[in-house]
């Protein structure tokens, strides 16, 4: 299970940073485009998110 959560981990931040990058990159007269990235971004970044803390609970401490 831990290595799906960790893909998907892997491909949120991937879209987090593609589309982030288009939203980022695209003609202020074209704001449809501009939105659609920023929101697939921001999805992106929620899901990257998530499944980061996800991970990172289950790993073992050292005490």
Known sequence: MNKLIALICVISWSGFWAFGYLALSADIQDQTQMVTAGFLAFAGFLTG??????LSRDIPTNS
């Open 49 to 54: 998110m998530f499944t980061y803390m996800r």
